[in-house]
T-cell receptor
Framework: DVKVTQSSRYLVKRTGEKVFLECVQD?????MFWYRQDPGLGLRLIYFSYDVKMKEKGDIPEGYSVSREKKERFSLILESASTNQTSMYLC????????????FGSGTRLTVV | GNSVTQMEGPVTLSEEAFLTINCTYTATGYPSLFWYVQYPGEGLQLLLKATKADDKGSNKGFEATYRKETTSFHLEKGSVQVSDSAVYFC??????????FGGGTRLMVKP
């Protein structure tokens, strides 16, 4: 079964810490995405990547960065975590082309205290 | 640009009731359309899809028909179960490798 794996289901970090959220897919997909999901706000795109070492800003990139050194891994970095980054973070991947949609990971619920 | 509008929830139904969740879209060209489901504490899972007009996607008793004339992709199920309680997202996929999501509709099914 194809998979997108996020390294942690639950994470608690302190304000000001540097936080790494890891996402690995085993489907050889070119495209990878990071979303955050908050009540009443739906899914908001943070960053995406179409290929190794490529990244594009989504709708809400402020306070985040990403890294894609290998095709299967897409990392989301919170440079200095703040309480307003407490959220559910979802990673997804897809092949090119519009008929496939995305495969999502199970999500990481991050709490910043 | 592309956009997806879903009915606001929550939708509360009794077990075995008929379900409709409305979804309409705005897009140029010929997008593919999707329904995703998110169970509590989980990520999103693909429920069904349709890639061209008049296609019907179906899975687990859920159905949706791609209606280009009304730009709609309404989700239906004839008899819901408690286990169907979840958040449902309608989405479209157009040029640019990007999915555009609706805001999600929470379904609560009571025994």
């Amino acid at each position: 079964d194809v998979k997108v794996t996020q390294s942690s289901r639950y994470l608690v970090k302190r304000t000001g810490e540097k936080v790494f959220l890891e996402c690995v897919q085993d489907m050889d997909h070119e495209n990878m995405f990071w979303y955050r999901q908050d009540p009443g706000l739906g899914l908001r795109l943070i960053y995406f990547s179409y290929d190794v070492k490529m990244k594009e800003k989504g709708d809400i990139p402020e306070g985040y960065s990403v890294s894609r050194e290998k095709k299967e891994r897409f990392s989301l970095i919170l440079e200095s975590a703040s309480t307003n980054q407490t959220s559910m973070y979802l990673c997804a991947s897809s092949p090119p082309g519009q008929v496939y949609g995305y495969t999502f990971g199970s999500g990481t619920r991050l709490t910043v205290v | 640009g592309n956009s997806v509008t879903q009915m606001e929830g929550p939708v509360t139904l009794s077990e075995e009731a008929f379900l409709t969740i409305n979804c309409t879209y705005t897009a140029t060209g010929y997008p593919s359309l999707f329904w995703y489901v998110q169970y509590p504490g989980e990520g999103l899972q693909l429920l069904l899809k349709a890639t061209k007009a008049d296609d019907k996607g179906s899975n687990k008793g859920f159905e949706a028909t791609y209606r280009k004339e009304t730009t709609s992709f309404h989700l239906e199920k004839g008899s819901v179960q408690v286990s169907d309680s979840a958040v449902y997202f309608c989405a479209l996929y157009n040029a640019g490798n990007m999915l555009t999501f609706g805001g999600g509709t929470r379904l609560m099914v009571k025994p």
